[in-house]
């Protein structure tokens, strides 16, 4: 198993640009979701999902969107980006909320 | 008010101490607690789930207080490889809450 994949590594955008992260698991888990980690606040949750076609919204939504329209694969999409939105971003995935969840290796972005 | 607090260190320990962490969460109502280490500029991984009775494994022992709402981790006989970052995981509902993180550097 690839367990959890995200591509790509790295991205550098200009304000404005959109972009979508690519993040699909092999394990057929259920719940996924989608983090950013920022120094000194953590990881934060962005979206989440807990099954096909089904998505919601975590603790910082706001310019991003994302889609579930298959068990493997959860993409997030930035609309415009902002320096703001320069972070690290996680995607995980787990077999439902009671269970661990497994990481991705992480996309770090920046924004200018 | 966060969803969980965790003393964000640094815990700068000699090699073999015993060092612990805490982390107090504020929903009475969450259900799965976890413990995950993260080294610089990597995911986090899983280090243990966190039971009510408490579990151990190996130098590792997790213990949870849902009457005052805390969870901790106590690592004995500190190795250099332990040397990371220690999040404590909180489940609600459907979504999890991370602490910021605890730095620990364990020094020979």
């Known amino acids: 198993n690839a367990g959890v994949t995200q591509t790509p590594k790295f991205q550098v955008l200009k304000t404005g640009q959109s972009m979508t992260l690519q993040c699909a698991q092999d394990m057929n888990h259920e719940y996924m979701s989608w983090y950013r980690q920022d120094p000194g606040m953590g990881l934060r949750l962005i979206h989440y999902s807990v099954g096909a076609g089904i998505t919601d919204q975590g603790e910082v939504p706001n310019g991003y969107n994302v889609s579930r329209s298959t068990t493997e694969d959860f993409p997030l999409r930035l609309l415009s980006a902002a320096p703001s939105q320069t972070s690290v971003y996680f995607c995980?995935?787990?077999?439902?909320?009671?269970?661990?969840?497994?990481f991705g290796p992480g996309t770090r972005l920046t924004v200018t | 008010r966060k969803e969980v607090e965790q003393d964000p260190g640094p815990f700068n320990v000699p090699e073999g101490a015993t060092v612990a962490f805490n982390c107090t969460y504020s929903?009475?109502?969450?259900?799965?607690f976890f413990w995950y280490r993260q080294d610089c500029r990597k995911e986090p991984k899983l280090l243990m789930s966190?039971?009510?009775s408490g579990n151990e494994d190996g130098r590792f022992t997790a213990q949870l207080n849902r009457a005052s709402q805390y969870i901790s981790l106590l690592i004995r006989d500190s190795k250099l490889s332990d040397s990371a970052t220690y999040l404590c995981v909180v489940n609600t509902g459907n979504q999890f809450y991370f602490g910021t993180g605890t730095s620990l550097t364990v020094i020979p």
């Open positions: 966190v039971y009510s």
């Open positions: 995980a995935s787990s077999p439902d909320t009671t269970y661990e969840q497994y």
């Open positions: 929903n009475s109502a969450s259900q799965s």
